[in-house]
C-alpha cells in the first residue's frame, strides 16, 4: 500500500470513530435520563404509598433500566475496539508505512485498557439501580 493510500485510510477511520462518538455521547444521555426516570417514578411511589404491585412494576422498569444501560455501554465499548481492530489490520496491510504518532498512541492506550471508565459506568448503573428500588422495598425513614 502506498502512502498516500495508507494516511487516506487512516484519517477516513477516524472520521467514521469521531461520528460514532457523536452516537454515542447520545446514547449515555438516553441512558442518564432513563435512570433519573426510573428514580423520580421510585420517588413518586414512595411518596404515594404505591401498592406491591406497583413497586413490583417499578423495580421491573428500574432493573430494565439498568439492563439496557449496561447493554449500551457494551455497544460503546465495542465501538473502541472495532476501530483498535481496524487501526491494527491497517497497520499490517501498511506494510513498511507506519501508522501515525497519535493511532500509535491510541492503540497503545487501548491495549493497556480503561479500568477507571468500566468502574464508573458499572458504579454509576449500580448506584442508578439501587437509587431506584431500595426505596421502595426499605422505608427511608428507619
Do not use: C
Not at 89 to 116: H, K, P, Y
Amino acid at each position: 500500500m502506498d502512502l498516500f493510500t495508507s494516511v487516506s485510510y487512516e484519517i477516513e477511520l477516524w472520521n467514521l470513530f469521531a461520528d460514532s462518538r457523536g452516537a454515542n455521547a447520545t446514547i449515555f444521555l438516553a441512558t442518564v435520563i432513563a435512570v433519573w426516570v426510573a428514580a423520580r417514578f421510585s420517588s413518586v411511589m414512595v411518596d404515594k404509598g404505591a401498592n406491591t404491585l406497583a413497586k413490583l412494576i417499578g423495580t421491573a422498569f428500574a432493573v430494565s433500566v439498568f439492563l439496557i444501560g449496561l447493554n449500551l455501554a457494551g455497544l460503546i465499548n465495542g465501538t473502541f475496539e472495532g476501530h483498535a481492530m481496524a487501526l491494527n489490520a491497517l497497520d499490517v496491510a501498511n506494510g513498511d508505512i507506519d501508522l501515525g504518532a497519535g493511532s500509535q498512541a491510541w492503540l497503545a492506550a487501548q491495549a493497556e485498557g480503561n479500568m477507571i471508565a468500566s468502574l464508573g459506568g458499572w458504579m454509576f448503573y449500580i448506584s442508578g439501580l439501587l437509587i431506584a428500588v431500595l426505596p421502595l422495598w426499605f422505608n427511608p425513614n428507619d
